[in-house]
């Protein structure tokens, strides 16, 4: 399980862009954060993996607190934290095979890594990820001839070799065509219940957050304003997170 | 705020007054120079002419060619010894100091200030403090060009790697990988092409300075030149000009056609 207490961070004095923000969500759960740009969203999704360092909380993974680890620690704490970016943020002159290996590293040894020697079994294992994305025959393929729905699931198959108890993904599909959001969404959705991890997924796109999250945050202004089922999000609570009427969003 | 038109004329005047005013710099600074424009440009042609004469090379000087072409071949090594060497150096360096890989901030502005510095310093600078140590040897050439070099990678590498490798550098870290596994899974294989391809440029201007250098610590193809041109053997200086020329646009050519291939 993954628990959030009073997480709290600002860039500079007196500001807050975090103010005491709490959730939880169990294993085989898909979390949506919604809310406008610039409320916060990424700062609490970088913060769970600390690549952004809070100023005050507890980030609890099954119990234990990644706000207070060493750095070796830290790497062990990261390698159970898949994470899937906007910009897919891929090695794009490696192969396809090559970056979904980049999730062992954190297992390897540093020389092991460095030179990118991965045992039989871990090839193998990128192999069937990729099948499961569906990207069975584009193993040898260079990252930058694929296109964004196609980069985004290999991002995915990276972040599951890692075998995570959390995937956190930062606007999965900004930058995708609609039917590519859908596919990427399903998958996210179908591997979250099939492998039992805890999903954490910003997003902008409202209908998309409602039909595939179990639970939805809502943040505005570094304030946590709405943690629910989804299907209890309503027209007045987005009227509220986002300062507007955006209703056409819901159907 | 004016209007639309009024704006347009306006802009109109403005772009009247810079030309003006860079005339009138012209006309100033000639007269300061004593420069009489008119006699300067009629030179012009019959300066073309009479390096077409004297500089032609002839039969004599062709069969000079055995011997410029050894000392070039001496040149183009120098310059792709010192900028292959300088690259491996430049890298190590920008590594530790861009803002990205980089130790801290101090060490970014003092990596910045060294190669500032390197790069600051005219390369003619750079070989005449060098041959009171070294003599006039290949060494001091080669020492000389590195330098520069230097310089303007480690800028350049350090700028590569801010742009180009931030973003797939954070995703490797989100996955617990170590600092050295990041750099070498993520940062040198994401930035390969740019390095490649700055690496070739520097290739391409080095030798261009070699020859340069070659004049002050009297090696290479720069050496030839000087001779034969201190003794007024002006078709061999023609004849040294054309093959130096004739080696830059094949390494251009070469160069670009790796560059197509790797990008």
Not at chain 1, 11 to 18: E, I, N, R, S, V
Not at chain 1, 54 to 74: E, H, M, T, V, Y
């Amino acid at each position: 399980m993954l628990e959030v207490k009073h997480l709290t961070k600002s860039y500079q004095k007196d500001k807050p862009a975090l103010t005491d923000i709490s959730f939880s969500v169990e294993p085989g759960n898909f979390l949506a954060i919604i809310g406008p740009s610039g409320a916060g969203k990424t700062t609490i999704l970088r913060s769970l993996n600390q690549l952004i360092k809070d100023d005050d909380g507890q980030i609890l993974l099954d119990g234990s607190d990644i706000r207070s680890d060493n750095k070796a620690q830290l790497r062990k704490h990261r390698r159970q934290i898949g994470m899937v970016f906007q910009n897919y943020n891929l090695v794009e002159r490696l192969t396809v095979i090559e970056n979904v290996l980049h999730g062992r590293l954190g297992y390897k040894s540093t020389l092991a890594g460095m030179f990118g020697i991965y045992s039989e079994e871990e090839k193998k294992e990128a192999l069937e990820l990729l099948d499961k994305v569906g990207l069975k025959d584009f193993a040898l393929q260079r990252c930058s001839e694929l296109s964004g729905g196609q980069k985004q699931r290999v991002g995915i198959a990276r972040s599951l070799i890692q075998h995570p108890k959390v995937i956190l993904c930062d606007e999965p599909i900004a930058s995708l065509d609609p039917a590519s959001s859908h596919t990427v969404m399903h998958l996210l959705k179908q591997l979250t219940i099939e492998f039992n991890i805890i999903c954490v997924a910003n997003l902008h796109q409202i209908n998309l957050a409602k039909k595939y999250a179990d639970r939805i945050v809502g943040i505005r202004q570094g304030k946590l304003v709405f943690d629910e089922e989804s299907s209890m999000l309503s027209e007045e609570i987005l009227e509220t997170l986002y300062d507007q009427t955006i209703s056409k969003e819901l159907e | 705020m004016s209007s639309p038109i009024k704006f347009l004329a306006q802009k109109h005047r403005k772009q009247t007054a810079i030309i003006a005013v860079i005339g009138s710099i012209y006309v100033l600074s000639s007269w300061i120079l004593n420069f009489d424009s008119f006699s300067g440009f009629t030179a012009v042609p019959k300066a073309f002419t009479w390096l077409g004469v004297n500089f032609f090379p002839t039969s004599e000087s062709v069969e000079l060619l055995p011997r410029i072409w050894q000392k070039l071949i001496e040149t183009v090594a120098l310059a792709v010894s010192s900028t292959v060497v300088a690259a491996i150096i430049a890298l190590f360096v920008a590594i530790l100091g861009s803002k990205a890989t980089g130790i801290n901030n101090y060490v970014h502005v003092i990596v910045r200030g060294i190669a500032s510095f390197f790069r600051n310093i005219p390369l003619v600078a750079w070989a005449m403090i060098l041959l009171f140590s070294f003599k006039q040897s290949d060494f001091t050439g080669f020492l000389a060009l590195l330098l520069m070099t230097v310089g303007y990678l480690i800028r350049a590498f350090m700028e590569i790697i801010e742009d180009e490798a931030s973003e797939t550098m954070m995703a490797l870290k989100a996955t617990g990988a170590s600092y050295f596994q990041v750099i070498f899974q993520a940062v040198l294989p994401q930035i390969m092409p740019s390095l490649i391809s700055w690496v070739l440029y520097m290739i391409e201007n080095n030798v261009r300075d070699a020859t340069l250098v070659g004049i002050l610590t009297g090696t290479g193809i720069g050496f030839i030149f000087d001779l034969y041109f201190k003794s007024f053997r002006f078709d061999a200086v023609g004849m040294t000009i054309l093959a130096i020329i004739i080696v830059v646009i094949v390494l251009e050519v070469l160069s670009n056609q790796i560059r197509k291939v790797i990008l």
